[in-house]
Structure formats: C-alpha cells, structure tokens
C-alpha cells in the first residue's frame, strides 16, 4: 500500500480574483491548493509538492487547514501572480493576466514521494514540463488537469493553445481531466461525450469533463454525467 493516496503537483498562485459585480479579493489559489483541500477532505492521504517564491509565500501555511496534507515545499525565484475578472456569474468566462509565472518543474528536484497517484496540477503551459508527464508515469498513475498544456502567458496576458504533444503523452496518463472549451481546443469537437471518446483514443484512460451544468466521465465503456447543482 502506498504512503499517500495522492501527490499533487503544481505552483500556488497569488491570486486577484474580480467578481462580476466588481468585488475583489485577493487570495492564495492555483490548482494544487484546491485540489488539495478537495482530496484531503475525501480522507484520502494527500501529499503536495507547491512551488512559489517562498519568500513571498508561506507553503505549508497555506495548507495547514487541510487535515491529512503532508507539504513538500519548492522554493522558485519567481511566483505565479495572476489577476481573474469573471464576466457571468456563473464564472465560466475569465479573462485572466499574469505579472509572473514560477521557474519550471524539473525532474530532478522531485522528492521520491510514494503515492498511488501523482497529480500534475500546473497552471500554465512550461510550468510543468512534458517530460514531467512519463517520469511521473514512472512512479504512479498520472493524473493530469490538462490546463497546464494548454494556458500560455503572452504579453501579460493568458491565451490557449492546442497541446502539439498530446497524442504521444496521453497514453501516460490515467486520468484526464478537461472542462468543455480545453476539452474543444484539444479535439475540434463540442459534443462533450464524443470530444471524451476522442481523447480516449488517443490514450487517455479515463476523462472528466466539467462543464457549468455537469461533470461527465468516460472510462472507455460508459458516458457518466452528474448535474452539478447550486
């Protein structure tokens, strides 16, 4: 049995998130951070590899609410500081801009850290590198939320880009998770179960889709959904 369930990796971010309704707020965020809350509060056994500049942010305060979350903190001389102004209150569009980003992810500076699933949980394209992908695969099941493929920073500024490598990597991964417009970007398609069939083929083991009235999973055999509810 492994020592964790999962080990999640990717930067914590300094966020200013713009509400709709012009409420601001400034908080710790980036993907590792809640979905380390997320899973530590299944029960699972969760480990976190954050990376920021230390200086800037303290790591294991952030995660010290968070019941059965060991933190493994990088130190980076750069954070990923971003600001969000949300434009529906349903918040499913952003326009995101971005002051810095962390110096990547390098396999070398990975801990043995053993987990059932190691979770690579960047926020954008370059934090963590593709060769990050068959290393993990090396120690665990990979799980992937493919933003951090497919958000570039440009000029400040955030924008998408299709993933050039994503049909010799997703055989890598066991879970691939993707919300509708990423999951578009990366097939061409807008029916969501077909865009999950598609990245299916192309390797991926088992794909969640979120989409603002749903989470749809594909394992291969069957399209599940479940409504998301207010």
């Known amino acids: 049995m492994s020592q964790f369930d999962s080990l999640i990796i990717g930067e914590v971010a300094q966020d200013?998130?713009?509400?709709?309704?012009?409420?601001?707020?400034?908080?710790v965020g980036g993907a590792v951070y809640y979905s380390g809350f997320a899973a530590a509060n299944t029960g699972h056994k969760t480990a976190v590899l954050?990376?920021?500049?230390?200086?800037?942010?303290d790591l294991a305060a952030a995660f010290a609410p968070a019941p059965n979350v060991t933190v493994y903190p990088l130190h980076s001389r750069t954070s990923f500081v971003t600001k969000n102004v949300y434009h529906t209150p349903d918040r499913e569009?952003?326009?995101?801009?971005?002051?810095?980003?962390?110096?990547p992810y390098r396999t070398?500076?990975?801990?043995?850290?053993?987990?059932?699933?190691?979770?690579?949980?960047?926020?954008?394209?370059?934090?963590?590198?593709?060769?990050?992908?068959?290393?993990?695969?090396?120690?665990?099941?990979v799980a992937i939320d493919v933003q951090t493929m497919l958000r570039w920073v440009e000029n400040g500024g955030m924008v998408y880009h299709d993933w050039a490598e994503k049909k010799e990597l997703l055989p890598y991964v066991r879970f691939l998770k993707t919300d509708a417009?990423?999951?578009?970007?990366?097939?061409?398609?807008?029916?969501?179960?077909?865009?999950?069939?598609?990245?299916?083929?192309w390797g991926a083991k088992e794909i969640l889709?979120?989409?603002?009235?749903?989470?749809?999973?594909?394992?291969?055999?069957?399209i599940y959904t479940c409504p998301i509810r207010a």
């Open 93 to 103: 569009r952003r326009t995101s801009t971005v002051d810095s980003v962390i110096e």
């Open 16 to 27: 200013t998130n713009v509400d709709y309704d012009g409420t601001t707020v400034h908080a």
């Open 50 to 57: 954050p990376k920021a500049d230390t200086a800037q942010v």
């Open 181 to 201: 417009a990423e999951a578009e970007i990366l097939t061409g398609l807008t029916d969501r179960a077909e865009a999950a069939r598609q990245l299916y083929q």
């Open 108 to 141: 070398e500076e990975v801990p043995d850290i053993d987990a059932a699933i190691w979770h690579l949980a960047g926020l954008a394209a370059g934090d963590i590198p593709n060769e990050m992908i068959p290393f993990a695969a090396r120690h665990a099941m």
């Open 209 to 222: 889709i979120t989409h603002n009235t749903e989470v749809l999973v594909y394992d291969g055999r069957e």
